[in-house]
């Protein structure tokens, strides 16, 4: 399969995340959109891991690769910030090998048909190329892989750069993150519902859930304004994908 990656290209994030990564790490157990919202939806797309060679690709500071640890999964862990890769190294010791790599580069050090699992939250609204990225998650996973991967709603991002923005393209857009400490200013793409599915399907991937989660109830409990704003509107989208 034709693979579209440079070899040395810099997460668009990679700054924005470095800025953050304490302060993210230490509110990532408790902030209401992550912890109440995606985190939740994520996981109730999981298979069974226990035994299974598991991918976590963007872990960030290692809080899916602990959760997956403890379920009894076998997990190498990735991430483009080297400050999240020093958290993530720290939290999770010597059970979970953390490599500093983008996704927007080859996954050349790890080996054909070697997951079960290929996870990646909240990560892949940083990555350009689709096609390319979802090609070495099809070659890393066995046949009849799975690969669970969660993304700020199309829908979502679209409206709120309406007035600057064509729907139909791929678009760099930023937006000013204030629940981390300093405000810190994070880029990320906007993409049409066609560059989620598409991209997907010409990987080798056949489509098994797509789920537009609702926040649980300790959501409400810490932030109710949001709470109630997406039982009306959706903010992320999470996937379930099967390899061919």
């Keep these: 399969m034709t693979n579209s990656l440079d070899f ?6 990679q700054d924005a995340y470095d800025k953050l990564a304490e302060e993210y790490a230490a509110r990532i157990g408790t902030k209401a959109h992550n912890a109440y919202y995606e985190r939740p939806a994520t996981l109730s797309l999981l298979p069974e891991v226990k035994g299974r060679r598991v991918l976590d690709a963007g872990c960030g500071p290692g809080v899916y690769a602990e959760i997956l640890v403890k379920r ?4 190498v862990a990735l991430d483009a910030s080297p400050k999240m890769v020093a958290l993530a190294r720290a939290r999770l010791g010597e059970a979970v090998p953390v490599i500093q790599a983008s996704l927007e580069n080859p996954l050349n050090f790890l080996e054909n048909e070697s997951f079960n699992l290929v996870v990646a939250p909240l990560v892949l609204d940083y990555v350009r190329d689709w096609r390319a990225v979802f090609g070495e998650f099809q070659r890393v996973l066995m046949p009849g892989g799975v690969l669970v991967f969660s993304m700020e709603h199309p829908t979502m991002k679209y409206l709120d750069f309406l007035e600057e923005s064509n729907y139909f393209q791929t678009e760099l857009v930023s937006y000013t ?13 906007r993409r049409s519902l066609a560059e989620v599915f598409n991209p997907l399907i010409e990987a080798g991937f056949v489509i098994d859930r797509v789920l537009e989660p609702l926040p649980i109830e300790t959501f409400k409990e810490t932030e109710p304004e949001n709470y109630e704003k997406l039982l009306r509107e959706p903010g992320f989208l999470c996937i379930r994908a099967l390899r061919r």
Excluded: D
């Design 72 to 75: 009894g999964a076998q997990v």
């Design 8 to 13: 040395n290209t810099k997460s668009i994030a």
């Design 177 to 189: 993150w204030k629940g981390f400490g300093l405000p810190v200013e994070v880029p990320s793409y």
